[in-house]
Each structure stands twice: as structure tokens, then as C-alpha cells.
């Protein structure tokens, strides 16, 4: 809900502040005080074309901010999240600029944004009804979002159910489509899976092959060097004149002689013996070694040559032995799919005919159960129009066919007539702003506390009502201010009267220079108020004591 709105330089509103709370705010005022002005303000912070005709005479640039509390909106802020919007503690802050120049700036989080990211995000958080653009009601794309939030929970499962059927049976379709692309050029795809097959089976690649086949390269290449090393190394350690290996077994056979003296030194012997021990398993593992040293030419070319089939495989087909094993796999799938291509092509059609058998049905339980809950909404909505004085109007609901969709295969638009004779019409095209506020006011009562953005504005929703029918609208907006926050601006004391919060608009001259001022009202300010908007300029005593008798009922 719209927790602050400020205004600074917006026509001849210099610098208003209004803090709204939640339930049913009236804004009243004369003809000419500015009401408009706000809804201005409304729409440029939602996202409206910028006009720098707005910007105060002499300003450098109209702003306009608007605090939201999205704590009890969890679609808005879902949107956040999905477009990138950071909130503070479930608060988003919204400024807008409109420089004089006509250069227009968006801040969402104290970040600058596009204005097409706050026009997304500002259909998320305000319906805003009367003569002006920002309706929803007027977008039949969202006529769907109506009807199945009145429907709720019940409407879950089902579309869960359709949007499954709808993801397989396009799975189905692309596997269809690809396999069909592979049949275009046929033949030139045999050819090339058959050579790919030939290729890797002639050099039949071994997992890890490759690593192993360097290894023992380099050992290969080096042999000599190797060979002389591990002479010079046994010459040392065995094999020469005074070798590590006596040296070391005479060393312990002294210090083993002297034990029987000092049992104590068998902490010194045991070490020497496990050295003799790993000494003598080194010396044998160097012997096996240099025993084995290959240092054949032949050997070396043909692992060379091996490494290189290997790397040319490597090149074409994968980094590893094992993707290109992975490839040899799927060249053999292919090239038995392509050569039962009138086999493999029925099953994929028969697959696709089940998947799309089985989304039909989905579909058709969706439509039903729409169609059905479609009726009982219409009705419901009707009977609201006749509490406004539309006793003659009808309201109808309208499922039509349309490609399937995330939503369903459902087009769903809302008609209507307020005349009687007249067939209903697509409600966009032939309802005043004045009827779009009540339809939209007897939609919201129809399916109160059902979801939908957080906050409604209604801008002279009364226009052409009066008496009963004028009681009734005020009785629905207080009501409708239990489950969203309401505002109304309004001309009728008995919507003002209905109010949870009033404030007047008002101009006044300030240094030469006329303003509007924007302020809330006590009881006894709404006393006069509305006794001003009954009686006119001239407040009797009978018209505050009507006024009193309003605020009281």
C-alpha cells in the first residue's frame, strides 16, 4: 500500500506531502483545487509518459516520491525480485523526476531504473480507475487475471496439471522438429555419422589412454639419460667400490653387537634396520626398472604415432577418451535412428499426438472450470451494478479459443452495456471512465479479499450519482477498505463520510502565487467539509447537522 506521496513542483502544487494508512482515504475538494494534479503525480510515479508542461513555472524540475509498504503484497514483490528491484525491510521507494528541459529520470531503491521497469512493476501495485489510462480493466490481457483470482485456489491444480501437459507436449514437438531437420539432408548426414563411427572405432580410444601413452613417451625419449642416472645411482648405492648399502649394514651390525651392554640402544637399532629394509626394497625397485628400460627407437615411434591418432580424435570429437567414446554413442544412435527414419518418425508422431491429446484435456478441464466459475462471477458482478444504480446494465464474462499459453488455452475478455436493448460489447471499447470506476468498484466488491494489487484509486467515481445509489458506492469502498487500501476522490458527502481518513485539497495564494495544499482533517474540519459539500460555500447550521449525521451512520 502507498504509505507516503510527495509532490514538489508539479504545476501549481509546489510542495505537498500526503501520508496515507490503509482502509478507505477520501480526497475532497472544489472543482479546480487540484485533485487532478495528484492523479498526475500517481501516474508519473507508476510510470506515465513524462510532459515537462507539469514542471512549476521557474522550477528546474517536478519530483515526485512514493513510499510503498509491500509486506502484505507478496505478488509486487515477487516482481521486485524477478526485475531486480532492491526493498527495505518490504518498503520500496519510488522517485521520479521531470526535468523542465523534458529529460525524465526513475530511482526504484534509490537505484536508476528505466521507465519501462516502473511501468511493468507499477501495474503490480495501483489500479487506479477513472479518467485516465492507468486501468486494468482496459487491458483485456488481464481480464484472465480477474477471473482466475476469483476462482482461487480451486484453479491450482488444474493449471498445474495443464502447464506439465503443455511443457511435454513441447518437448514432443522439438524432438519431432529436430529428428525432421536430420531427415533434410539425409544421406549427408549417413555419410558423415558413418565416417565419424569409422574413424573412432579404427582407433578404438581407451579411457585415460592418452595420459598414459605421454607418461610412457617421455620415459621413452629420455631412456638414456634414464639409464645412465640409475647406473650412477646403483653404482652408489650397491654395485661400487664402497657402496651405501655395506656401509649402512656394517654400521648396524656394530651398533647391534653393543646392545647386550645397554638395552637402551635398541632404540637406535630398530631405525637403522628399517632403513636397511627400505634401502634394500629401493635398490630392488631401481634395478627392476633400469631392467625394463625400453629404449627401442620403434617403440617410441609407434607410441607417437598413437598419441597422434589420439590428438587428431581429440580435435574433432571431445578434450577426453571418454567424450569421445560419447560421441562414437551418439554417431551409432543417430545413424540407427536415420537408418529407420519411417520407424523412429512414427513413434515421435505418436508421441506427439498423445502429448497433445493429453493437453487438450488439460485445456478443456481449465476452460470448464473458467467457463463455469465464469457464469457465477457475472452474476455476482451484476447484481453489484445494480446497487449503483445500473439496473440496466449487463456484465458478461467471455471465453473465446487462443493458442495455449502459460495460461491456458482461454481468452477470456469482459462486456457490457449500461443501456437496456443494447447487446453487451467488449467493455474497453464502450464504457465511459465513469462506468469503467463503478464496473471496476463492483468487480473488486464481487471478489473482495480475493487478491489483486494492494491499493485501488478511484477518481470521482460519484460522477452522475446521488441519493441511494451514491450511499451504496460509499458502503462498498468502506467495505472494500477491508481488504485493500482504498482512496477515492470525490465530490459526494456520502463517500466522504464513509471514509477511515479525509483530506482536503484546496488552492490559497502564497507570495503572489497560487498553490494547492494538500492536509487532513479533524472531526470537526470533516464536519464542515462535508456540510460545505452539501450546502455549497454557505455552511447552515442544518447542513452540519446533516454532515453529523452522515459521519454517525
Known amino acids: 500500500m502507498i504509505v507516503e506521496l ?30 487532478s494534479l495528484l492523479i498526475d503525480a500517481i501516474n508519473l ?53 521531470v526535468a523542465a528541459a523534458g529529460r525524465s529520470t526513475v530511482r526504484l531503491g534509490g537505484v536508476l531504473s528505466p521507465v519501462g521497469t516502473l511501468k511493468t512493476l507499477g501495474a503490480e501495485l ?26 482461487g485456489p480451486e484453479l491450482l491444480e488444474p493449471l498445474s496439471t495443464y502447464r506439465s501437459a503443455l511443457d511435454a507436449k513441447r518437448r514432443a514437438q522439438r524432438a519431432l522438429d529436430e529428428f ?28 585415460g589412454e592418452y595420459a598414459d601413452l605421454e607418461a610412457k613417451f617421455a620415459r621413452l625419449k629420455h631412456s638414456g639419460r634414464l639409464a645412465e642416472a640409475l647406473l650412477q645411482a646403483l653404482d652408489k648405492l650397491a654395485d661400487g667400490e664402497s657402496p651405501a648399502m655395506d656401509g649402512l649394514g656394517e654400521g648396524l651390525r656394530i651398533v647391534e653387537s653393543v646392545v647386550r651392554f645397554d638395552p637402551s640402544l635398541e632404540e637406535v637399532v630398530e631405525p637403522l634396520r628399517e632403513a636397511k629394509a627400505m634401502l634394500d626394497e629401493a635398490i630392488h ?55 529407420s527414419a519411417e520407424e523412429s518418425e512414427e513413434l515421435l508422431v505418436g508421441a506427439l499426438d498423445d502429448a497433445a491429446a493429453t493437453l487438450d484435456d488439460a485445456a478443456a478441464a ?9 457464469l457465477l462471477f457475472a452474476e455476482r458482478v451484476q447484481a453489484q451494478l445494480r446497487d449503483f444504480a445500473m439496473g440496466r446494465a449487463q456484465f458478461t464474462v467471455d471465453l473465446t479459443p487462443k493458442p495455449p499459453d502459460e495460461t491456458g488455452g482461454d481468452l477470456v475478455r469482459f462486456f457490457f452495456t449500461a443501456n437496456a436493448g443494447e447487446s453487451p460489447r467488449p467493455l474497453a471499447k ?7 470506476s463503478r464496473v471496476m468498484l463492483a468487480i473488486k466488491s464481487a471478489m473482495a479479499g480475493k487478491g489483486g494489487v494492494p491499493t485501488l484509486i478511484f477518481d470521482e467515481i460519484d460522477a452522475g450519482l446521488g441519493g441511494r445509489a451514491a450511499v451504496t458506492v460509499a458502503r462498498k469502498l468502506r467495505e472494500l477498505g477491508r481488504h485493500y487500501q482504498v482512496v477515492a476522490i470525490t465530490h459526494s458527502p456520502q463517500i466522504a463520510a464513509q471514509a477511515d481518513d479525509h483530506f482536503r485539497i484546496e488552492k490559497v495564494e502564497t507570495g503572489g502565487r497560487v498553490v494547492t495544499q494538500v492536509g487532513p482533517l479533524t472531526r470537526q474540519e470533516r464536519e464542515e467539509e462535508i456540510a460545505r459539500m452539501l450546502a455549497g460555500e454557505t455552511i447552515t447550521e442544518t447542513s452540519l447537522a446533516n454532515a453529523r449525521e452522515l459521519l454517525a451512520m
Open 285 to 339: 625397485g631401481v634395478r627392476v626398472y633400469s631392467d625394463e628400460l625400453d629404449a627401442d627407437p620403434a617403440s617410441l615411434d609407434a607410441i607417437a604415432e598413437r598419441i597422434d591418432r589420439l590428438k587428431r580424435l581429440r580435435r574433432k570429437y571431445g578434450a577426453t577418451e571418454e567424450e569421445i567414446l560419447e560421441a562414437l554413442d551418439r554417431a551409432r544412435l543417430g545413424l540407427e535412428q536415420l537408418e
Open 430 to 436: 464502450i464504457a465511459s471512465g465513469g462506468e469503467i
Open 6 to 35: 510527495a509532490v514538489e513542483n508539479l504545476a501549481i502544487i509546489e510542495r505537498s506531502s500526503l501520508r496515507l494508512g490503509p482502509g478507505f482515504t477520501a480526497l475532497t475538494g472544489e472543482t479546480g483545487a487540484g485533485k
Open 180 to 207: 525432421r531437420r536430420g531427415l533434410r539432408d539425409r544421406e549427408g548426414r549417413l555419410e558423415t555419422l558413418r565416417y565419424t563411427i569409422a574413424e573412432i572405432e579404427k582407433v578404438e580410444p581407451k579411457p
Open 366 to 374: 481449465l476452460t470448464d472450470l473458467r467457463r463455469e466459475r465464469a
Open 126 to 151: 495501483v489500479d487506479l480507475h477513472g479518467q485516465h489510462d492507468h486501468q486494468s480493466l482496459l487491458d483485456e490481457t488481464r481480464h484472465l487475471d480477474f477471473l482466475d483470482a476469483d476462482i
Open 45 to 97: 510515479a507508476l510510470g506515465d509518459r513524462a510532459d515537462a508542461d507539469l514542471v512549476r513555472t521557474g522550477a528546474p524540475k517536478a519530483t515526485v516520491r512514493i513510499t510503498l509498504d509491500l509486506s502484505d503484497a507478496p505478488d509486487a514483490r515477487r516482481t521486485c525480485d524477478d526485475l531486480g528491484v532492491p526493498l527495505e525491510d518490504d518498503t520500496l521507494f519510488i522517485v521520479r523526476d
